[in-house]
């Protein structure tokens, strides 16, 4: 997984796997979802992010079962 924030253009890329993608879906006017050809999730792209999500608050944990 790799998370990029572009703040040139104010956006956040959220990469789940490096997979060719098939279609590219908006879930609403700014945010769009990319999948592959079995329909899983690639990426998720956010425009506005810094609006949109809390982009200076953001951290990450990975929490074992």
Known sequence: M???YFSS???L???FRDLPVAE???LDENTM???DS???I???????ASERAD??????EQVTA
């Open 24 to 26: 590219t879906r908006g």
């Open 2 to 4: 790799r998370i990029r």
């Open 33 to 35: 979802l990319d999948v």
């Open 42 to 48: 690639c990426a998720i792209t956010i425009e506005h």
């Open 13 to 15: 890329f959220i990469e």
């Open 38 to 40: 079995q329909g899983n």
């Open 9 to 11: 253009t104010d956006t």
């Open 55 to 60: 982009i200076p608050q953001f951290s990450y």
